[in-house]
């Protein structure tokens, strides 16, 4: 009997059939060469994971457009896979790639229009009054961009301080001290 994957995406369990590593190595080299059902295989397999990523790192307005574009990235970049690291550790570094560079876009895209002294004053920066079935992830949503980037590539994800700045373009200082925020403003929104 095939072991199965199990992700919780939004509320809802979903599961797949997990590949055997052999499987997946065949499905990486036949899709490669542009099998489209074997990359909807492993589109499957790891459309979870990347939606979590997604998630956490953007939060869930933008999470299902962003893995879209993850897999529409890892099919067109499929030819540059090595096979030195394992695929999903590969289509894991993509899709955080991917998503800074979508952040970093989006910053640059709010910061052209957002010109005046008075328009932070306008804007609500958390949502109004507590809800009281506030989950942890709700929580991470609720983080700045930057701590909460630090803290899944950190906290979620297992990253060092030393890789996290490297891929951000940041010191190792400044990742330590996005984390120690991001924790902190963890604490107080779920107290």
């Given at each position: ?32 060469r ?33 893995t ?19 695929f ?5 570094r993509?899709?955080?790639n ?28 958390r ?41 951000l ?22 107290a």
């Amino acid at each position: 009997m095939a072991a199965t994957a199990t992700w919780n995406l939004t509320s809802r369990t979903v599961e797949a059939p997990a590949l055997s590593p052999i499987l997946e190595t065949s499905d990486v080299a036949m899709a490669a060469r542009g099998d489209a059902r074997a990359f909807a295989r492993l589109y499957e397999e790891h459309t979870g994971r990347v939606m979590a990523i997604a998630r956490r790192m953007t939060g869930h307005e933008h999470a299902a457009e962003l893995t879209q574009d993850v897999f529409v990235r890892a099919w067109q970049k499929l030819g540059t896979f090595r096979g030195e690291a394992k695929f999903s550790t590969w289509l894991h570094r993509l899709a955080v790639n991917l998503i800074l560079t979508k952040r970093s876009a989006w910053a640059t895209d709010r910061a052209r229009f957002l010109d005046g002294e008075d328009t932070l004053d306008s804007l609500v920066a958390r949502p109004s009054g507590r809800e009281l079935g506030l989950d942890f992830e709700k929580a991470i949503d609720f983080l700045p961009d930057g701590a909460r980037t630090i803290f899944v590539l950190h906290d979620v994800e297992g990253w060092k301080h030393e890789e996290i700045a490297r891929a951000l373009g940041v010191t190792s200082g400044t990742t330590k001290a996005q984390l120690h925020r991001a924790r902190m403003l963890l604490r107080r929104t779920l107290a």
